[in-house]
């Protein structure tokens, strides 16, 4: 039954053609039936939803939070109570543990870089795993913030780099080891192309996200030239008893499905004084950290003697990560076994 | 206002009624997008896992659909170009299906960004700090939104004119038609620079991607209202003329010609020069350290394309039979293109030169056909309603006119 034939009938202004004839007890019948069966498929195609986790689904305080900047004192305090509230319910943790989600402020007079020894750093990938314990990043999938590239001799090309190199014992002396996280850009890429402005740059030098904020679009991840940062395309697992509980708002509180992260130079430690976990962990102190604007500080003594770059300078975001080597040549490693068994990668 | 909420009734109506074709391809479209929909609830549940995309590949397939289909948008601008600046009236009659499509393909961007963010839920904050003029996104939400807000207009004003029973005012809608054609250039210069503006990934940044961008939209949309045309003619009372049919032709055959030669253009600076900045087209045509997913499906597209042309640069592509068979191939071929083998690539090797492949999971595909589907179902209900209304068989009922009457009357005395 289309328009066009019932037209004819009704060649003035009359009913609308094509409308329905008068519903007859059978056409109605069948209008029902189909009715039933739509109703029934559509269903079984939102059925998938039955498995929703109702803790993935935002609470409506979540739901209607501000963006960071928004939020006055009071409503962070409310954040922060909610989210450490939630972290015990997520991870059911007994009683006495306690859940310490803060919000430590950037300290005036500091702006944080980091400076890497090449010529000291023996590919062990300790860093990478401290890193991931200590940011609760999650263990499967697993999101690590630091990767380690083996680089070839005389090639300063990462296309060259082996990623996934698995010795029994460190370091090659056929090679050199680049490990690159997240570079802190003076003009970060990644905050330019957010749209949503989730991520933003700190006083401090820090590019930080709100991760109650991110869409999940992805934009950021397209735009960093040093592939820093990491997407929770799962819901992320951590292990109880392994989560770091020491938080902080914009570092390493547990993160939701389907929200970007990122190295934040441990700013929950580094704002309180300590170092980051990385640089901690080092056996062979390749990592050094700390105030620029302090001119006693390592790192201002770094910038001004040793022998300093940038890793793609080309690209134009002024890092806030160098990379030096000494003077007098490489220290010489007798090549050690891979840490505990387990640990490597 | 009545009578506009009649229209929209009538509208409804006219969408459930038709022959049994009509009752079963709707019914097929239907069953594909819940299938969709069924694919989406469990992304929403798991997570973006249920896709093939990674960190290091991480957009896929969702967002090479969006970019092929703001291309597709571009059909509805070369239509009405040629009508109304060069006053070319083999299209007038046709104009409409054009600017249909666009309504149906940008809602269908709009879905396939929609499935591709991790926290749909969050879509408002989008609203609440809109990182504008900074982040190219924000430009493209305008960009597209704008562009559906534009040819909603203009469709649905001629179309509740013919209703109606007046004759549209050109006051109200040819303005619009001409910022609209202004709109779909930057629809496609917007979206092309979403990718050409980031420094980190040479394969996207350079200057030819928003040209080439442009001259595959003019030739993939234009082939494919001249299938829909076809399409129409057959199952409708609708008549198109082959004359239409044959200037959309000449359209093709010139934007295939322009994309083909800037795709010229783009492999000579890519493997003349043969520089470190060539790892993710060696990869897409080449392959690279013996990974090639992709390079099976960009000879094809060359070749579809370059069929394409030749069959197009032929006189007797003005038969229909060949002529189709050109438009399918230059669909086919630009779709791979200017999807896939524009978004992988760039990421491929990532920025720190690992080299992890992407291939779309079912998932994902299933999502993909669901959205697909569900635009043809759009577009299948608007054509059926604008035929029957443009051609005067659907009509506001009579009370309504002796209303208005009696209304300006009244306002006149």
Aim: glycine share 6%; net charge neutral; hydrophobic share 45%.
């Amino acid at each position: 039954m289309s328009a066009a034939d019932n037209t004819p009938n009704n060649p003035t202004h009359g009913a609308p053609a094509g409308a329905a004839p008068e519903p007859s007890r059978r056409g109605f019948l069948r209008m029902g039936v189909n009715a039933v069966a739509g109703a029934a498929a559509l269903a079984a195609a939102l059925s998938p939803l039955r498995d929703l986790d109702p803790d993935d689904a935002p609470s409506l305080e979540e739901f209607f939070q501000k963006h960071y900047k928004e939020m006055s004192a009071e409503e962070k305090q409310a954040a922060l109570a909610r989210i450490a509230e939630q972290v015990r319910r997520r991870f059911k943790l007994p009683a006495d543990r306690a859940v310490n989600v803060q919000d430590p402020p950037p300290m005036d007079g500091v702006e944080f870089v980091y400076a890497l020894n090449v010529s000291r750093c023996i590919g062990c990938r300790k860093c990478v795993h401290a890193c991931a314990k200590e940011n609760n990043t999650s263990r499967s999938p697993e999101i690590q913030y630091i990767r380690v590239l083996q680089m070839q001799k005389g090639s300063i090309d990462v296309e060259t780099s082996e990623h996934h190199y698995d010795p029994i014992k460190i370091p090659d002396h056929q090679a050199y080891y680049l490990p690159v996280q997240c570079h802190q850009c003076a003009k970060p890429p990644c905050v330019k192309v957010c749209p949503t402005e989730a991520t933003w740059q700190e006083p401090d030098g820090i590019t930080v996200i709100d991760y109650d904020w991110c869409i999940g679009c992805r934009y950021c991840e397209a735009a960093c030239p040093y592939w820093a940062r990491r997407f929770n395309f799962g819901k992320p697992q951590i292990p109880a008893d392994e989560l770091n509980l020491d938080m902080a708002y914009l570092s390493n509180r547990p993160r939701s499905k389907g929200v970007m992260e990122k190295c934040t130079f441990c700013l929950h430690r580094t704002r309180r004084g300590r170092m980051p976990a990385c640089v901690e962990v080092c056996p062979t102190g390749s990592r050094k950290f700390g105030n620029v604007l302090d001119p006693d500080s390592e790192v201002a003594y770094i910038l001004r003697h040793k022998r300093v770059f940038v890793f793609k300078e080309e690209v134009g975001t002024l890092p806030r990560f160098f990379y030096y080597f000494d003077e007098r040549g490489s220290r010489y490693h007798e090549p050690i076994e891979v840490f505990e068994p387990g640990e490597s990668t | 206002m009545r009578r506009y909420f009649a229209f929209l009734w009538d509208c409804a109506r006219l969408s459930f009624v038709g022959d049994w074709r009509y009752h079963g391809w709707m019914t097929v479209l239907t069953l594909i997008t819940l299938v969709g929909v069924y694919a989406y609830c469990h992304q929403l549940v798991y997570g973006l896992v249920t896709t093939g995309m990674t960190d290091q590949v991480s957009w896929g397939a969702y967002i090479a659909n969006f970019t092929y289909l703001v291309g597709l948008a571009a059909a509805a601008a070369m239509l009405v170009i040629p009508v109304y600046v060069y006053r070319n009236m083999h299209l007038h009659d046709v104009v409409i299906f054009g600017e249909l499509l666009a309504i149906a393909v940008i809602i269908m961007c709009l879905l396939f960004v929609m499935v591709d963010l991790g926290r749909p839920d969050r879509f408002l904050h989008l609203l609440q700090r809109f990182n504008f003029p900074m982040s190219m996104l924000t430009w493209d939400v305008i960009a597209l939104n704008g562009y559906l807000l534009l040819n909603l207009h203009i469709c649905g004003y001629l179309v509740y004119m013919a209703y109606c029973g007046r004759e549209p005012s050109k006051v109200f809608y040819v303005p619009f038609v001409f910022v609209a054609i202004v709109w779909a250039v930057s629809i496609h210069t917007v979206t092309a620079f979403l990718y050409v503006g980031l420094g980190g990934r040479p394969f996207w940044n350079s200057a030819i991607i928003a040209p080439r961008f442009l001259a595959s939209a003019f030739a993939a949309g234009p082939a494919l209202i001249i299938l829909t045309l076809q399409i129409v003619r057959r199952c409708t009372s609708h008549r198109v003329r082959d004359d239409a049919l044959l200037t959309l032709r000449r359209i093709v055959q010139v934007a295939m010609l322009i994309n083909m030669f800037l795709l010229g253009c783009e492999l000579f600076t890519e493997f003349y020069t043969d520089s470190a900045h060539t790892a993710s087209a060696r990869y897409l045509y080449f392959g690279l350290s013996g990974r090639g997913a992709l390079v099976p499906w960009i000879w094809t597209a060359i070749v579809f394309d370059s069929l394409a042309m030749i069959i197009l640069l032929l006189p007797a592509s003005r038969g229909l039979t060949l002529l189709n068979l050109a438009c399918v191939l230059a669909i086919v071929g630009i779709w791979i293109e200017k999807g896939m083998g524009l978004i992988v690539p760039a990421f491929v090797p990532t920025p720190l030169g690992e080299i992890v492949e992407y291939m779309p999971t079912w998932h994902e595909i299933m999502v993909c056909l669901g959205i697909w589907a569900f635009g043809l179902l759009l577009y299948t209900i608007m054509v059926r309603i604008t035929i029957p209304v443009l051609s005067g068989q659907v009509r506001a009922r009579g009370r309504h006119d002796q209303n208005e009457l009696k209304a300006a009357h009244a306002t006149r005395t």
